[in-house]
């Protein structure tokens, strides 16, 4: 029971902050600005940064537009905005796949306390692997439904492909299977 009420929160959580960045851009001319957009192309120039898109979703569509917000860490000297683009794939609590990344090249926030599962290597950094398991009320991290987190960084871009429901095999194909937006 435990367990269910974490994913609720977590689903919540998402859509809080997708629909609380959306209607300011809908109609946004394609400049830096926060909002929704249905494109990656759009969503990069909104940015202003180069992002990765998934080549692969394992039967998962997109569920929504894709999320340009603020990235809310500690202040930096350079003046460049701190933008965090989200994108989600997967319309059911049961299976999901998120991939996020930011231009500040550390995390936007915490994850939480997550046990770590290994390295692997995504387009030739290392990549952690993590997951919200193995701790007193979670699942075991052998079991299917848990949260997968992958965090890498590569020139001053901080990535997190995500995961819920999915193997470890997946999420690290899914992260694998980036390309650059054109």
């Known amino acids: 029971m ?10 919540t959580a998402g859509a809080v902050a997708a629909v609380s ?9 394609a400049s830096r600005q926060l909002g929704l957009f249905r494109t990656w192309h759009a969503a990069q120039v909104a940015a202003g940064f180069p ?13 929504g537009r894709i999320v340009v917000t603020r990235c809310v860490t500690k202040p930096t000297k350079d003046k460049h905005p701190r933008r965090l683009v ?16 930011n231009n500040t090249g ?13 390295t692997v290597t995504v387009h030739g950094v290392k990549a952690k692997l993590s997951g919200l398991c193995g701790r007193a009320h979670l699942p075991p991290c052998s079991a299917k439904n848990i949260f997968l987190f992958l965090t890498w ?5 901080f990535y997190v ?10 999420l690290i194909a899914f992260a694998k299977g980036t390309v650059p937006v054109h």
């Open 161 to 170: 492909a995500s995961s819920f429901g999915r193997s470890r095999g997946t």
């Open 2 to 11: 435990h367990w269910n009420r974490i994913m609720a929160t977590v689903v």
């Open 86 to 101: 989200i994108a989600r794939y997967g319309s059911t609590p049961r299976a999901q796949l998120m991939l996020s990344q």
């Open 106 to 118: 550390a995390p936007c926030g915490s994850i939480g306390d997550v046990t770590s599962l290994g």
């Open 153 to 157: 960084a590569k020139h001053h871009i």
């Open 51 to 63: 992002l990765i898109r998934p080549t692969k979703t394992f039967g998962l569509k997109r569920n």
């Open 21 to 29: 960045v959306g209607t300011s851009a809908l109609a946004a001319p």
